[in-house]
């Protein structure tokens, strides 16, 4: 009989984190790069979920996830609208593709 | 100051002053009054040196002592205080005397020559410039002569190097002439580099650069048995005080033109023939004899023995090189040169007095026989090839005379037994004497040195009679003589009671074996091998004979036989303003001889008594003055020497006669003969190109590799930072393109360049790559906290 | 219920200790609302922002007594530390950062000006949302030196990068500002996306979100600076790092500084560093001092000492070789960032004798480095509005064709070397006087004093070769610049003020700086800290916080 | 000590000439206020002779203590730091107050020699140039009246900048390569210098923290911590030691860190070699011993066989280069090199002759080398090139200024009776006599082969220059104008007395110092240490 426990919830954001950081490193499209940071705040969420359950933290960690999730939205809109940007001037998403500015 | 004093000080000044009043308005003087200004300056300072040497003939020794003052304070090296003062003895008086006489005979004989010299070049006259250095040259060699401290007489030692510099080079629209003055000028600071380094031995070691203070010191030093004559304590086993003197010395050897340092004054006869005779034969080069003469007290039996070795050496090799020149300068030049050797070889071997006599009297035929050269020159149309003259004593009887009596003192004539001669029959067979002696004569002579506790009861004995006392008295020099040679140990007892000790010829045996108290001593005996100081006796007696030889040589294709050249010798003529100096000159080579100047010589020999290693010698008979101080040799050496060389003059005059009686041709064919020896010694031994290659040669490598390790290397850094930015680059992957670069600042540049380059590699403009860089450092800081952090 | 609330509210009269963030919202609100009634003025919307951020300022130096006595904390729900923090530590920041935003909209309004004037050669960056981005992320920085809560600083951080990210893309005719505001975007949101992770790991090990308990559980249980701690330490850095562009998260500061209009990156090259300089301070002092022991202290000076020196020598190798003089500047920023971070070392340094002399050197360093760095985006500034680039060759012979700027410019970049008299050589001196002092109980900071010093040699490379461009190199083609006047006035009034500093001003400025410092120091280590202590969680809280992850087996 | 202000008019009377050179209108005007300004300070300099009696040998020699003997002081707080104030602290003593002079003189013959301004290639700017060169001047005399380490430090850089303009944008046609390579090198040594600041007032024990150059030289309390601190665990003294003297090296300069020299002195215009060579050199030298030396005896001791291998390697190494040279002003700037080598040596030994020596070698090069750039830059300005080669007889078609060019050289030289001989003379006897270090008789020797080398490629330059037949393209050039002789005479004049009169010239007025530096030196017979033991503090 398997028990979820604290160790699995860690298991489970580090796993993430490891997703994220992978998709933010090798993605070209730079709305993958974004999702990757997406993974890694989730990651850090379900963490901050995790302690507030299983740690004496108590609601802060709940607190604090909230506000992860409204960041992420926040930057999630940001970034699109610089990708548009992004997009009418190279007329591409891939993020390989503005490396002008370098050295 | 005294009043003698006063007249030297003021004698050495006139000059300066009239170098300062030619240098601004000589210009405007022109010619020929600034020829007269520099005249009345050097006969101004004559009248005041004849009074002076007027004067000091009637004083008495209290008196001359008391004419004596100074010195007076000059600098402070450190807490040593540096003296200047007037070194005032009878040599000081008779040289001073010598130098004014002679020169105010060269100014005026310059007025007449330079008047018919061309002395515009480019429009721009330079006559003045000759009497302004000229002036400069008078003081220079005026305050060389009176310093009483080894630290002025370098000072005026290098004033008459560069008052030689720019007289040899006043002709210096010629290359030839600029390049002989700096030949001369850089010569002369080889020998100078010597003269620093035995100064610096000489202030480490007396702690006083006086003269008089640094002889005292140095006797006493030996008395007190100071390391400073340690054989072990010196280089190349020889003692501090042995280097000291010897590299003094090398002063001397550039100055005075001596092996190997004398290829400088052949060249420097590129200057005005009145320069050749004043600088160049009379006096300047002579200064390093006066120089050894004054440092005389500070020499060791080796440094003796270097001194000799390098004046016959010198003497022999310039007198074999005279026979062939044919430049009338060139001969003379070498005739110097081999002069000058002989007064070496005299100091060398003891003969103080007849050295500086010598010196004295060479000066007035030297100077004679180069401005009679002059006169030729100047009647000749500035030919000097002998080669094309001839005949020429009827056109110039005057300058014919005057010049036959230069050669004839140079040769030596006189007649023997008659005291009647010329000066070189004195002066020069003195010093021949002189080295008979050290080669045959009494083996206490020949072997200066003193076993330690002699030396230690001589020191006592000195210093009981007042060491500095100048007015010891024959007698009292005449008592401790026999003890200041030293016997060996064994033998010291049964000969140190009074006279000297005779022993035959044949039983001075070297003795080399080492004794016990001598090693103890830590003095060197006899320096030097028995054959060497034969050797220092028969090579100048043979070279006795050349001289006559080369001199009768020159006069008589100059002036007899058929003119070989009939351009030449139409134009050839003489003036007054030139052949009156002649014979005044002539004159004073008569007169200069015996009875004047060599009593003032020998009077000067005074301080010479208090030198520890006193190896003066003299020619007991010829000597008739009393005032000598120093060991009379055999009377019979001189007679001895009779019929080795008194009639030397006459089979090299015969000779050359012989030879050249009927002009070049016999002489042609002798060259042809002897094609090797004459090619060996037109080329002068070779000496200019073994320098122009080894020494001149060597620095211009040495400057190439300077200036390309400034270039290249110290930049260095350079290559060193490169080769580590390859490595570097190498092991990063970074290939670095970067072509050579000069500079330290380039090199670090390079490296920093290469960092900054390195830094930036994570810069590539992909943000994939700055975040993969991010979370992989974020990565290494969570690893180190995982497994590396020390707990 | 309502009681319930009015606890968890603020008494009225705290909000005035928030006046500034307040007029500051306000003015947003105005720059945003007053186009509705007056159109879409750029020059309108400036002045408005202008007239509010002065308005910020004076609000701010009227706050300076009311915390002169301790710090003032503000919305804090019973038994939690103040989730906001008045004191003069957050008052100096305010007012260094409120100045300088006066200084960049002068900068902006003398440009716009300028514009309508001029023909346009670049493209003309403005209009309302121009400023509301700008005050925001002024907003987002004021808060980020204002607090020790791990949210609410996640939440500051993102108020000042969000804004700035679009601000950086404000040109939008301008391929580089697309191709840099990509890049800070997805740079800042990974960074984030870290930091938040740290967060949660900080959160788990000590059950607080507040750094001051944090703090305090340390101090009470060493034990506790373990594997899970310093992880969650490490990754929290890196926001950090990020907002100053400190090695290794500067990536992005060369390319966004290139690539943004240069009243942007005027604006976060000293806002944005300044602002995260405040926190890194900040952190340090709560965590570093003396009741601490080295078991925290040590390592953290160690770790930031290391990040100074790194980012100090790689912004001035890397600057080596640029042509463009923003990116000069931008790798020069980071340099400085460096210097200054070395102080922040010292503070923590648990044998140095305190902080106080590293604060010093920090306060000092900033005000010096606000004028000079001004100076010389100033005239970067002015050069590229009339050239249209920013390369090297546009300063070329500028000594003759604008002396007014080159003068300026030149005073600037050797007071960036740190040559006296000028005030970057005050600034360097007060530094290395606080290593020296550091170094006295504590000699391996003389290796930091060695990195300061030999940075400074390095730097005068890129900066003399500007100075070369402006006066050794000649090119007689060349036309005059003509610059707008007042943008002459900025850039000659920071030349003066930054030789006045480096003269007059040495020894006031050191004074100055010295009162501030002892007053903030004072404050966080003992009367702050006491307080926070107060409202900090209970200490059984924090041990059964430990639970979790020693359960987890997480820490080795 | 003996409060004034004197000196504080000396320092900033060219800041407000500099000042009123941007304000006043026309060229002329500038250039005007320029000379004035320099010739004002050079005659308030003088005003410091009522201090210093050339005529008394003994005065002050043995009198009072180092720093005892301070004139036209002003000291006063400038920045109060925790431990103790960096105070503005100016005053003259024996060795400060020749260089103070010389400063004057030499930087108000140059403004004359920049009388012909409009006729350089470059010529634009005559303001900012004027400007410059007077805020130099300020820097000059600051660095050489400062006693306090800090102002010393800030004047030490207030100096750089002006210079490296006064290269960089008035030079020739290598300029900025030139000048950038002066700034590096000056900045790296002067950062350095920075460091050993730090350490001095750090390293002293608490309550005797100190700025002030003399206190750090004499307080027992400092001196004692000095000995024994560690630094990095490295013994303090040599650390200190070594940084400060890369720092001053960097300015002498010493091999290998001279090649900035050559290449700034050939692309400045001739005032500006004129300083740098006749001031800005000294600055190093001055620096050993004013900071070096007197705080640090140990490892001055310590360092002693390395810096007169320096040295002399120096000497001979600066005259093989400059014989290697075509570049009339490069030869000059080589000999510069070899001239300062007999300087490191003097003060290598740390005997009181060797000092003597070093500081009368700094003073005669003071005057002999700018002497020399002048005379380079009369025939470049009617040439406008300096291949030597190319020359040829110009002492027929300007024989006054022949006649002084050969004064100047052999002055230069080092020949009896003018003023390098004196310093060489000294520095070699100094060195022979310097009975405590084993090495010193060699090394003595060795730089006595400079004269050789010396004589060398000054004659030969001479030669190919001054000598031979006159050029075609020279014979019109115009002899040396009255403002050209004006400014040479004074230096030909001061080498002839400073090598006839040293001791009333100079040695009068420095012994008293030198002595008393001399005097903090720990007793002779030293042990010789080993680098690496030294630096370990074993």
Same mark, same amino acid.
């Given at each position: ?29 730079? %709305?993958?790069? !974004?999702?990757?940071?997406? /993974?890694?705040?989730?990651? $850090? @969420?379900?963490?901050?979920?995790? #302690?507030?359950? *299983? ?7 709940? %607190?604090?996830? !909230?506000?992860?999730?409204? /960041?992420?939205?926040?930057? $999630? @809109?940001?970034?699109?609208?610089? #990708?548009?940007? *992004? ?17 | ?791 | ?556 | ?538």
């Amino acid at each position: 009989m398997l028990t979820i426990g604290l160790t699995h919830y860690l298991v489970l954001a580090a796993a993430l984190l490891c997703c994220g950081l992978y998709v933010m490193t090798t993605k070209r499209n730079a %709305v993958g790069i !974004l999702i990757g940071a997406e /993974l890694v705040l989730n990651a $850090a @969420a379900l963490n901050l979920v995790a #302690f507030a359950r *299983y740690g004496a933290g108590g609601l802060d960690g709940q %607190v604090a996830t !909230l506000f992860v999730i409204v /960041l992420a939205a926040a930057e $999630a @809109a940001i970034a699109i609208a610089i #990708f548009v940007n *992004y997009y009418r001037v190279l007329a591409t998403i891939d993020a390989d593709r503005g490396d002008t500015l370098k050295g | 100051m005294s009043p003698i004093e006063t007249y030297l000080v003021t004698g050495v000044l006139i000059p300066l002053a009239g170098f300062v009043l030619l240098a601004f308005l000589g210009g405007r003087l022109g010619k020929p009054a600034a020829g007269w200004v520099a005249v009345l300056a050097i006969a101004a300072s004559c009248g005041l040196s004849a009074k002076a040497l007027w004067d000091w003939t009637h004083l008495d020794a209290a008196g001359r002592l008391a004419a004596r003052t100074g010195p007076y304070e000059w600098a402070r090296l450190g807490d040593t205080v540096l003296t200047v003062g007037v070194n005032l003895d009878s040599l000081t008086i008779i040289m001073f005397f010598m130098v004014t006489l002679i020169s105010t005979c060269i100014f005026v004989f310059s007025v007449g020559y330079m008047a018919g010299h061309s002395d515009e070049i480019d429009h721009v006259s330079k006559y003045h410039r000759f009497f302004t250095y000229l002036c400069l040259f008078d003081f220079s060699m005026l305050l060389l002569v009176i310093a009483d401290s080894l630290l002025l007489l370098f000072i005026s030692w290098e004033l008459v190097g560069l008052c030689s510099y720019l007289l040899i080079g006043y002709y210096f629209h010629k290359k030839s002439a600029s390049t002989a003055a700096m030949k001369a000028f850089i010569t002369n600071r080889v020998g100078d580099l010597g003269f620093i380094i035995g100064l610096g031995l000489v202030f480490v070691h007396l702690h006083d650069l006086s003269l008089a203070g640094a002889a005292a010191k140095f006797r006493d030093a030996w008395a007190a048995g100071s390391p400073l004559f340690d054989p072990a304590a010196g280089l190349l086993g020889l003692s501090p005080a042995t280097w000291m003197g010897m590299l003094l010395f090398c002063g001397a050897i550039g100055k005075s033109a001596q092996f190997p340092l004398h290829v400088w004054l052949p060249d420097a006869m590129e200057g005005p023939t009145p320069v050749s005779a004043l600088i160049h034969a009379a006096t300047m080069v002579a200064a390093g004899v006066y120089l050894t003469a004054r440092i005389f007290v500070l020499l060791t039996p080796e440094a003796q023995l270097f001194v000799a070795v390098i004046g016959c050496i010198t003497l022999t090799l310039a007198a074999l090189v005279a026979i062939v020149q044919t430049d009338i300068k060139k001969v003379l030049a070498y005739s110097t040169i081999s002069q000058l050797g002989y007064m070496m070889l005299g100091m060398g071997v003891g003969a103080w007095i007849a050295a500086l006599f010598h010196l004295l009297t060479h000066a007035f035929f030297k100077a004679l026989m180069f401005l009679g050269s002059g006169q030729v020159i100047e009647g000749c149309h500035h030919e000097q090839d002998m080669r094309k003259m001839g005949g020429l004593w009827r056109k110039m009887p005057v300058t014919c005379a005057t010049f036959l009596v230069g050669v004839l003192a140079i040769a030596g004539a006189g007649i023997p037994a008659a005291h009647i001669g010329l000066g070189g029959y004195f002066s020069k067979d003195e010093i021949l004497a002189v080295a008979w002696h050290r080669a045959y004569g009494r083996e206490d002579h020949g072997a200066a040195q003193s076993h330690g506790s002699v030396a230690q009861a001589n020191g006592l004995w000195r210093m009981g009679k007042g060491p500095t006392a100048p007015e010891v008295s024959v007698a009292d020099i005449d008592q401790f003589i026999p003890a200041s040679w030293a016997q060996p140990p064994g033998e010291h007892a049964s000969e140190s009671g009074g006279a000297a000790h005779h022993r035959p010829v044949a039983d001075a045996t070297p003795r080399e074996e080492t004794h016990p108290g001598a090693a103890q001593a830590g003095h060197a005996r006899a320096p030097g091998p028995r054959w060497l100081w034969i050797a220092l006796f028969v090579v100048p007696v043979i070279m006795a004979y050349v001289t006559p030889f080369y001199m009768m040589r020159a006069w008589w294709l100059t002036f007899m036989g058929r003119p070989r050249d009939h351009h030449v010798y139409d134009h050839a003529h003489e003036s007054p303003l030139m052949y009156l100096p002649l014979v005044v000159l002539a004159i004073g080579t008569f007169v200069s001889s015996y009875f004047l100047f060599r009593p003032l010589v020998a009077e000067g020999a005074v301080q010479m008594s208090t030198a520890p290693f006193l190896t003066m010698l003299y020619d007991g008979e010829a000597a008739t003055a009393e005032h000598a101080h120093g060991v009379p040799i055999d009377h019979a050496a001189h007679r001895a020497l009779v019929p080795a060389v008194g009639f030397a003059f006459v089979i090299g005059f015969v000779l050359a006669i012989a030879i050249y009686g009927r002009g070049l041709a016999l002489a042609t064919k002798l060259a042809a003969a002897l094609r090797p020896l004459h090619t060996l010694l037109e080329h002068k031994f070779y000496f200019d190109e073994l320098y122009g290659v080894v020494l001149v040669g060597g620095v211009a490598a040495l400057r190439a590799v300077s200036y390309g390790f400034d270039k290249y290397v110290v930049d260095g850094l350079v290559n060193l930072s490169g080769l580590l930015t390859r490595v570097a680059s190498w092991f990063s992957g970074v290939i670095l393109d970067q072509g050579l670069v000069d500079g330290l600042v380039n090199g670090v540049g390079r490296v920093t360049y290469a960092l900054g380059g390195l830094v930036r590699r994570p810069q590539v403009g992909r943000v994939r790559n700055y975040i993969l860089f991010a979370a992989g450092s974020v990565a290494v800081v969570v690893l180190w906290a995982a497994f590396g952090r020390v707990k | 219920m309502l009681a319930d609330v009015n606890a968890w509210l603020p008494p009225l009269g705290d909000l005035r200790l928030f006046a500034p963030e307040l007029v500051l919202v306000g003015t947003i609100a105005a720059v945003l609302l007053v186009p509705l009634v007056a159109g879409r003025n750029p020059l309108l919307a400036g002045l408005i922002a202008m007239a509010g951020t002065v308005l910020a300022l004076v609000a701010t130096g009227g706050l300076a007594p009311r915390v002169a006595d301790g710090p003032q904390g503000a919305f804090a729900a019973p038994g939690y530390a103040a989730a906001l923090l008045a004191d003069r530590f957050s008052v100096f920041f305010k007012l260094l950062l409120f100045a300088f935003l006066v200084l960049v909209i002068w900068l902006w309004l003398t440009g716009a000006a300028w514009r309508v004037t001029r023909p346009v050669r670049v493209g003309a960056i403005g209009g309302p949302e121009f400023f509301v981005l700008l005050l925001t992320s002024a907003l987002g920085m004021l808060l980020m030196v204002g607090s020790l809560n791990l949210v609410v600083l996640l939440v500051a951080i993102e108020t000042a990068s969000l804004p700035s990210y679009a601000l950086v893309a404000s040109d939008r005719r301008s391929r580089m500002g697309a191709e840099a505001a990509l890049k800070y975007v997805t740079f800042g949101a990974a960074s984030a996306a870290i930091m938040v992770y740290g967060i949660s790991l900080l959160f788990g090990r000590f059950g607080t979100l507040d750094l001051g308990a944090i703090a305090t559980h340390l101090a009470a249980h060493p034990g506790t600076a373990d594997t899970a701690f310093w992880i969650g330490l490490a990754a929290f850095a890196a926001g950090v790092l990020f907002k100053i562009a400190a090695v290794p998260m500067h990536l992005w500061c060369p390319d966004v500084f290139e690539g943004a209009p240069v009243e942007i990156t005027t604006w976060l090259s000293v806002a944005s560093k300044a602002a995260g300089l405040g926190l890194l301070l900040r952190v340090v002092t709560v965590l570093g001092p003396a009741p601490l022991h080295v078991e925290v202290a040590t390592p953290l000076a160690w770790g930031v000492g290391v990040v100074a020196a790194l980012t100090c020598t790689v912004g001035n190798l890397a600057a080596l070789r640029q042509e463009s003089v923003k990116r000069t500047l931008a790798y020069s920023s980071i340099a400085h960032a460096g210097y200054m971070m070395m102080a922040a070392a010292i503070t923590l340094s648990p044998t140095a004798g305190g902080g106080g002399p590293g604060f010093t050197a920090v306060v000092a360093y900033l005000m010096v480095y606000v004028v000079m760095n001004l100076g010389a985006f100033g005239v970067t500034a002015l050069v590229v509005w009339q050239t249209g680039s920013d390369h090297l060759s546009s300063f070329t012979a500028l000594g003759r064709r604008a002396p007014w700027l080159a003068v300026p410019m030149a005073v600037c970049l050797f007071s960036l070397v740190g040559l006296p008299p000028l005030g970057g050589f005050t600034a360097k001196w007060y530094l290395l006087v606080a290593l020296g002092k550091g170094a006295v109980a504590q000699p391996w900071l003389w290796i930091l004093v060695a990195v300061a010093v030999i940075n400074t040699a390095l730097s005068l490379y890129y900066y003399v070769r500007i100075i070369r461009q402006m006066f050794l190199v000649e090119n007689d083609a060349l036309p005059a610049v003509p610059a707008p006047l007042g943008g002459v006035a900025l850039v000659t009034g920071c030349a003066i003020v930054v030789l006045l500093l480096g003269t007059l001003w040495f020894n006031p400025l050191g004074e100055r700086a010295t009162i501030l410092s002892e007053r903030l120091f004072g404050l966080a280590t003992t009367a702050e800290r006491s307080q926070l202590a107060m409202v900090a969680p209970a200490a059984d809280s924090a041990s059964r916080a430990e639970s979790p992850l020693t359960g987890a087996g997480v820490s080795g | 000590m003996e409060p004034g202000n004197l000196l504080n008019w000396l320092i900033f009377l060219p800041t407000i000439g500099a000042v009123l050179c941007l304000i006043v209108p026309g060229a002329r005007a500038v250039k005007l206020i320029g000379v004035i300004t320099t010739g004002a300070t050079f005659v308030l300099s003088l005003g410091l002779f009522q201090h210093f009696a050339w005529w008394d040998a003994t005065r002050d020699v043995f009198g009072s203590g180092y720093g005892q003997k301070l004139y036209e002081v002003t000291k006063v707080t400038w920045i109060q730091l925790s431990g103790a104030p960096i105070e503005y602290f100016v005053g003259v003593d024996g060795l400060s107050f020749p260089l103070v002079i010389l400063t004057t003189l030499v930087t108000f013959l140059a403004a004359l020699a920049s009388w012909n301004f409009e006729h350089w290639k470059v010529s634009r700017g005559i303001r900012g140039y004027f400007c410059l060169f007077l805020l130099l001047e300020t820097g000059m005399l600051g660095v050489f009246c400062a006693l306090d380490f800090f102002l010393f430090y800030i004047f030490w850089e207030v100096m750089l900048l002006p210079m490296y303009f006064l290269i960089g944008v008035w030079g020739g046609p290598r300029k900025e390569y030139a000048a950038i390579k002066f700034f590096i090198y000056t900045l790296a040594g002067s950062v350095l210098m920075l460091v050993a600041l730090l350490a001095f007032y750090f390293y002293a024990p608490a309550g005797h923290q100190t700025f002030d150059l003399i206190r750090l030289a004499t307080d027992p309390a400092i001196q004692a911590a000095f000995g024994s601190a560690l630094f990095l665990g490295l013994k303090f003294g040599p650390v200190m030691f070594v940084l400060l003297y890369i720092g001053f090296a960097i300015k002498v300069p010493v091999f290998p860190f001279h090649t900035w020299l050559p290449d700034a002195h050939v692309e400045a215009p001739t005032p500006i070699s004129m300083i740098l060579a006749g001031i800005l050199l000294k600055m190093g030298a001055y620096g050993l011993l004013r900071i070096s030396y007197p705080i640090l005896p140990d490892a001055g001791t310590w360092a002693a066989w390395g810096l007169a291998l320096l040295g002399v390697i120096n000497i001979i190494y600066g005259a093989l280069c400059a014989m290697a040279q075509t570049d009339f002003k490069r030869l000059v700037a080589y000999s510069s090199i070899s001239h300062m080598g007999y300087v490191l040596l003097g003060l290598a030994i740390m005997t009181p002759a060797g000092f003597q020596g070093a500081m009368f070698q700094v003073i005669a090069h003071g005057i002999s080398s700018p002497m020399c750039f002048f005379l380079v830059g009369v025939i470049y300005d009617r040439a406008h090139h300096r291949e030597i080669n190319r020359f040829g007889g110009l002492w027929l078609t300007m024989p006054v200024y022949g006649s002084l060019a050969t004064l100047g050289f052999f002055a230069s030289l080092g020949l009896p009776g003018l003023c390098g001989f004196i310093g060489e003379f000294w520095v070699l006897i100094a060195t022979f006599s310097a009975e405590q270090w084993s090495w010193a008789q060699p090394m003595a020797i060795l730089a006595a082969t400079g004269v050789v080398l010396t004589a060398g490629y000054i004659l030969w330059m001479i030669q190919r220059v001054y000598l031979g037949k006159a050029r075609e393209e020279y014979k019109s050039f115009p002899e040396a104008t009255a403002r050209e002789i004006a400014v040479l005479a004074p230096f030909a004049a001061l080498a002839i007395a400073l090598g006839i009169l040293p001791q009333q010239t100079l040695f009068n007025f420095m012994n008293g110092t030198l002595h008393q530096i001399t005097n903090l030196f720990p007793a002779a017979g030293t042990t010789a240490l080993t680098v690496a033991g030294a630096l370990l503090g074993r």
